[in-house]
């Protein structure tokens, strides 16, 4: 049994990051949050200082201004940490791989459990992929890495 299975048995505290986002994604964040999907039930909870959090949830390409913020969020975040890539921005840049002021996806600067992809995701795969990373339903799809060729 490792860390990760004894920590995160019965809840998960997360603190929502946006690291450069159009905020369609944290729109869908705060979707889950509400009465209608209830993840309370399920002992998901934001909250609301990096400190007591069990996991990051990022929204948005990595833009340069915010590379050392997000590096002070994760370092402040107490070990075992998860971090979740939340909308088709921190999976790979979204329109903005390119780009001058971004860095691209989330993956070049932090470690990431989990990938949720969607522009934005729906609040069903929100869910799906924190419980997909806490081992509460069974992975569906496996994981494929790509290889840009100049």
């Known amino acids: 049994m490792n860390a990760l299975d004894w920590c995160f048995k019965k809840s998960i505290w997360v603190y929502h990051v946006n690291a450069g986002s159009c905020n ?17 039930r399920f002992g998901i909870r934001l909250v609301h200082t990096p400190r007591h959090a069990d996991a990051l949830l990022v929204t948005g390409p990595v833009t340069r201004q ?56 729906r609040p069903e795969a929100i869910l799906y992929g924190v419980a997909q990373a806490l081992g509460l339903v069974p992975q569906q799809v496996k994981k494929q890495e790509f290889v840009e060729v100049p």
């Open 24 to 40: 369609g994604c944290d729109i869908e964040i705060l979707n889950v949050l509400t009465p209608y999907y209830d993840v309370e």
């Open 66 to 121: 915010v590379k050392e913020r997000l590096l002070r969020l994760y370092e402040a975040t107490p070990d075992p940490k998860l971090v979740v890539a939340v909308g088709s921005c921190p999976t790979g840049g979204g329109i903005w791989h390119n780009s001058y002021a971004t860095l691209g996806g989330l993956g070049n600067v932090l470690p990431v459990a989990i990938y949720i992809p969607g522009c934005p995701p």
